[in-house]
């Protein structure tokens, strides 16, 4: 950023200058009017005289004041100029941090696409591409178990699961009780055998 301190310093020291003219010209002012009044002892002075005598005094108070007005419009334009440099620096920042933020964008948006691609295409191992998990069409059906080498031990079915025999105690009429297929005389004993064929 440019500095403008010798523009400054030279406005200070115009200013200055302008307030010392300003401070001789209403000095002068005042004594030309203080001095038109001490030459006449008899006769009032009129205020033409005093205004004749003030003149030049007002004039230079006045060219004062005309270089005090420029020097301070001066400064405002070193004002502006640095106020629309320092405008100019904020916006460059800002543009700067603008397009970095883009570039990152950009590369994660690119960074992605190129991951959901290599996702979609199948990456094989080794050359070979892994094999479909097995189902249940895969194993073999009666046809293959009867086409299958006799030397080799066949498979041991299952044994069926014997059914549950009918097992409630049916009391007769002649104090006897009746449990599946066996008939006891006390209803201890066919309850004893109702539990062993529960427990088969």
Not at 18 to 34: D, R, T
Not at 139 to 167: K, N, Q, V, W, Y
Request: with cysteine; charged share 15%; hydrophobic share 45%.
């Amino acid at each position: 950023m440019r500095s403008y301190e010798t523009a400054r310093s030279l406005f200070s020291f115009l200013g200055f200058c302008s307030w010392v003219v300003i401070v001789i010209g209403a000095g002068a002012a005042f004594m030309g009017g203080a001095a038109v009044g001490a030459t006449s002892f008899n006769n009032t002075p009129n205020i033409m005289q005093i205004a004749l005598a003030a003149a030049p005094g007002v004039a230079i108070l006045l060219l004062g004041l005309f270089g005090l007005a420029l020097v301070q419009m001066g400064r405002a334009g070193v004002d502006s100029a640095e106020y629309g440099q320092q405008m100019l620096s904020v916006a460059r920042n800002q543009l700067d941090i603008s397009q970095q933020m883009l570039a990152q964008g950009a590369t994660m948006a690119a960074s992605y696409t190129e991951i959901a691609h290599q996702r979609s295409q199948p990456s094989p191992v080794s050359g070979n591409t892994a094999a479909p998990p097995a189902s249940f069409a895969d194993m073999p059906g009666s046809a293959a178990l009867a086409d299958a080498d006799p030397d080799e031990p066949a498979l041991t079915p299952m044994p069926a699961r014997p059914e549950i025999p009918h097992t409630h105690v049916q009391e007769l009429g002649d104090g006897h009780f009746k449990v599946h297929d066996r008939t006891f005389s006390n209803e201890t004993d066919a309850r004893d055998y109702q539990q062993k064929l529960l427990v088969k």
